[in-house]
T-cell receptor, first 113, second 117 residues
Framework: KQEVTQIPAALSVPEGENLVLNCSFT??????LQWFRQDPGKGLTSLLL?????REQTSGRLNASLDKSSGRSTLYIAASQPGDSATYLC????????????FGKGTKLTVNP | DTEVTQTPKHLVMGMTNKKSLKCEQH?????MYWYKQKAKKPPELMFV???????INESVPSRFSPECPNSSLLNLHLHALQPEDSALYLC????????????????FGDGTRLSIL
């Protein structure tokens, strides 16, 4: 059974700092891995999707990497801003015909001005 | 602004009421999803529709009844809910490209905050 773990559960950093969020998964048989952002009381905003054949994806100040063999992904945020404060969730889509995303519990990020 | 629109944003209902949640997208996506999210927990998949047909039901109680009347709309009909059903209900959609649909990102709405009295 696929399990996704995100460490740390919460992170607080000063504005301007570069930071890394971690995601690990137990079964490397995945189609893709997706990073989401969720603001309090809101839905999920898709940030980046990395296909199983890819190593990384970039969007603006965000860079996500995927090491499928070791079951790890990182989300790198450069020059953090208070507006980056949110909960960040990673989710994998397992192979085997399942349409289900398996989510981690998220990392709550606070960027202090 | 999200491209998946959910209404209402908030809903309070008694255990004997019947209500419906609505979800709409105009991105041409042919896969649509309902998720349930409790506080401080990740979303849990409830239902998946592909080409307006129910393809996955994650053993959801029958008091939740999904409906996909056309390719842009997804409803969730609620009846005789329990207090533990109070949660944020999220709708999502994604493209379907045959065998490659699994590599398409899911786009989420802002959800309906449901409270059962």
């Amino acid at each position: 059974k696929q399990e996704v773990t995100q460490i740390p559960a919460a992170l607080s950093v000063p504005e301007g700092e570069n930071l890394v969020l971690n995601c690990s998964f137990t079964d490397s048989a995945i189609y893709n891995l997706q990073w989401f952002r969720q603001d309090p009381g809101k839905g999920l905003t898709s940030l980046l999707l990395i296909q199983s054949s890819q190593r990384e994806q970039t969007s603006g100040r965000l860079n996500a990497s995927l090491d499928k063999s070791s079951g790890r992904s990182t989300l790198y945020i450069a020059a953090s801003q208070p507006g980056d404060s949110a909960t960040y969730l990673c989710a994998v889509r397992p192979q085997g015909g399942s349409e289900k995303l398996v989510f981690g519990k998220g990392t709550k990020l606070t960027v202090n001005p | 602004d999200t491209e998946v629109t959910q209404t209402p944003k908030h809903l309070v209902m008694g255990m004997t009421n019947k209500k419906s949640l609505k979800c709409e997208q105009h991105m041409g996506h042919r896969a649509m999803y309902w998720y349930k999210q409790k506080a401080k927990k990740p979303p849990e998949l409830m239902f998946v529709y592909s080409y307006e047909k129910l393809s996955i039901n994650e053993s959801v109680p029958s008091r939740f009844s999904p409906e996909c009347p056309n390719s842009s709309l997804l409803n969730l009909h609620l009846h005789a809910l329990q207090p533990e059903d109070s949660a944020l209900y999220l709708c999502a959609s994604s493209r379907w490209t045959g065998d490659l649909y699994s590599n398409q990102p899911q786009h989420f709405g802002d959800g309906t905050r449901l409270s059962i009295l």
